[in-house]
């Protein structure tokens, strides 16, 4: 891509916490002009009335999504950072107002090639949980709803970087992982799928920031509720469980299933998960360690921390980093494995500015190298 024409973005869903996270990146991003912002209860408002720290930036002013006047925008790249059950339909909406040629390779079911044949289309990137499961019973059965663009899932790659690089570079619709799994993924998968920690009896405990309820307004999420406290939520049952077991079976090739709780801890953002594994073949800590560390000797935002170090959702505040550690449990055949990260960037927005990135020829750290904010 050239340097000089700049990459038309838009984002829907700019008035929540990710939208604004995606705001607050690209506003920086050398090689992206944002043309479009829309949101609904506060469309027609300047961004920066319902984010102040936007203050002296040149953009759009929020419109709703019924106003945008497909394709006449013209878009390079749409983000969805829209509610769960949304997505799908405002996604299917887009390619058929724009003409999108994927829906004709969806039709005569030509699956090879995708990318090959199609001219410089609109690139969809969704944050919402809508087409990371690969199988839309299983989406129906954790959301409640039938899926409503089955057609287009089988299209949607996972838009996990360390895992599916190559697919999502010539991707026309990346589903970014959720935080959790985001976390859990980066930890897990490595090892998993070299055969050194079993499959059964993984049990992640993970603890997120308020941000990652969302911006909607909930008596649980009201500062007094959340402040001073952590409780666990969603016990038993949280959503990311059916992503991070269909994404740890594609590596371990068996049906993997985890126990999993998330907590809600006081603090606007950050997740750290402490995640206890069985090991196979007496393999110890630094074994599992030494194999992270081979996976991502390359990878721009993990790092496997040294020694002892813990990792804290400090070190990572502000920034597309994941930092993971690997400790010997008391207990003979478990290690203790910690990731942390933070979860409106590296769980949310940045990991989906990172797929931007490799989806548009562009250096895939690009407007990412900032460093964690502390204190």
Known sequence: MSEEKKIRVGILGASGYTGADLVRILVSHPNVEIALLTAERKAGLPLAEVFPHF?????????GLEDVEWPAVELDVVFC?????????VIKGLLHATGHSLLDEIIVETAGDLASDIPNEVKIIDLSADFRLRNTDTYAEWYGR???????????VYGLPE??????????LVAC???????????????????????????????????GAGRSLKEQNLFVEVAEAMHPYAVGHHRHMPEIEQELSVVADSDVRISFTP??????????????????DGNKASDIKKIL????????????????NMPATRMVRGSNNCVINVFDDRLEGRVIIVSAIDNL????????IQNMNLMMGLGETVGLTQAPMFP
């Open 55 to 63: 203050v002296g930036y040149d953009l759009p002013d929020m419109i």
């Open 81 to 89: 950072a829209l509610p769960h059950a949304t997505s799908q339909e």
């Open 293 to 308: 560390e081979e996976k991502y000797a390359d990878e721009p935002f993990v790092t496997i921390l040294k020694g002892n």
């Open 263 to 280: 907590h809600l801890v006081p603090m606007n953002r950050g997740e750290l998960e402490t995640i206890y594994v069985k090991t196979c």
């Open 146 to 156: 039938e899926h409503q663009a089955t057609n287009i899932q089988p299209r949607a």
């Open 345 to 352: 960037v590296k769980g949310s927005s940045g990991q989906a």
């Open 177 to 211: 992982p959720g935080c959790y799994p985001t976390a859990a993924l980066l930890a897990l998968l490595p090892v998993l799928q070299a055969g050194v920690v079993s499959h059964e009896d993984i049990i992640i405990d993970a603890k997120s920031g308020a941000t």
């Open 163 to 172: 895992a599916y690089r190559d697919d999502i570079k010539s991707a026309y």
